[in-house]
C-alpha cells in the first residue's frame, strides 16, 4: 500500500512567490515522523525539514515550513520567498514508530523556478 | 566532515557480474539504509540495519544482499547483476529518531 502520497509530479512558481508542495500520507501507528527532503539536477538528497506527529507546532527551518494537519494526515512543504536556487525535486518521506526503522518516500515533485 | 560516504561514484557492469557497493558512516548512527532511484523516480528502500548484526527487507531486496558488522560499513552486494538493477543507488544513515543523512550515491549501469 502507497504510505506516501505526492500528487503534483511538477509544479512552477515565479521567483519570489510562496509555493506548497502537496503530501499525503498512511499510517495507523499514533507515533510517526515525516521529512522532507531536495534533490537539485545535481543528484545529492539534502534533508530539509521534520515534523513529529506530536509535535504541537509546524515545523519551520528558514524560508521552510510544513504544514501539518494530523486529520487530515497531510504534510505540507511551504517555500517562502522562491529562488531560484530551489528549483530541484522534492521528496516527503515518512518514518513510523517512536524509533521506526524503515523510511520511505514519496514519488516526488519537479519544481521549477521562474525568473 | 565526512558523513556518509559511497564508493564508487560510477560502474559499468556487465550482465551476470558481482559486484559490492560500499558505504560507510563516522556519525556513529545505528540506523543505516540502501535506496535505489530510477530515472525520474522516487526512492525505493532495498534493506536497512538497525545495528550491527542486525538487517531487514525493505520494499526491493531481490538481486541484493547486504551485511552490517560494524556500526560504520554497510556494504550493499549485487550478485549476478541484471539490466534492471541499472539505476541509482543511495546509502543513508541516520540516528535512532531523526532524519537520515545520504551519500552521494552510485550511478551503476548494467550492459
Known amino acids: 500500500a502507497q504510505k506516501i502520497t505526492q500528487t503534483q509530479p511538477g509544479m512552477f512558481v515565479q521567483e519570489k512567490e510562496a509555493v506548497t508542495l502537496d503530501c499525503t500520507y498512511d499510517?495507523?501507528?499514533?507515533?510517526?515522523?515525516l521529512f522532507w527532503y531536495k534533490q537539485p539536477s545535481s543528484g545529492e538528497m539534502i534533508f530539509l525539514i521534520y515534523?513529529?506527529?506530536?509535535?504541537?507546532q509546524n515545523a519551520t527551518e528558514g524560508r521552510y515550513s510544513l504544514n501539518f494537519q494530523k486529520a487530515r494526515k497531510s504534510a505540507n512543504l511551504v517555500i517562502s520567498a522562491s529562488q531560484l536556487g530551489d528549483s530541484a525535486m522534492y521528496f516527503c518521506?515518512?518514518?513510523?514508530?517512536?524509533?521506526?526503522?524503515?523510511?520511505?518516500f514519496g514519488a516526488g515533485t519537479i519544481l521549477r523556478v521562474k525568473s | 566532515n565526512a558523513g556518509v560516504t559511497q564508493t564508487p561514484k560510477f560502474r559499468i557492469l556487465k550482465i551476470g557480474q558481482s559486484m559490492t557497493l560500499q558505504c560507510t558512516q563516522d556519525?556513529?548512527?545505528?540506523?543505516m539504509y540502501w535506496y535505489r532511484q530510477d530515472p525520474g523516480m522516487g526512492l525505493k528502500l532495498i534493506y536497512y540495519?538497525?545495528?550491527?548484526?542486525?538487517?531487514d527487507k525493505g520494499e526491493v531486496p531481490n538481486g541484493y544482499n547486504v551485511s552490517r558488522s560494524t556500526t560504520e560499513d554497510f556494504p550493499l552486494r549485487l550478485e549476478l547483476a541484471a539490466p534492471s538493477q541499472t539505476s541509482v543507488y543511495f546509502c543513508?544513515?541516520?540516528?535512532?529518531?531523526?532524519?537520515?543523512?545520504f551519500g552521494q550515491g552510485t550511478r551503476l549501469t548494467v550492459v
Open positions: 543513508a544513515s541516520s540516528p535512532t529518531a531523526g532524519g537520515a543523512f
Open positions: 499510517t495507523s501507528d499514533p507515533s510517526y515522523g
Open positions: 515534523q513529529g506527529s506530536y509535535d504541537q
Open positions: 518521506a515518512m518514518r513510523e514508530g517512536r524509533y521506526g526503522n524503515k523510511l520511505v
Open positions: 556519525m556513529n548512527h545505528n540506523y
Open positions: 540495519s538497525v545495528g550491527a548484526g542486525i538487517t
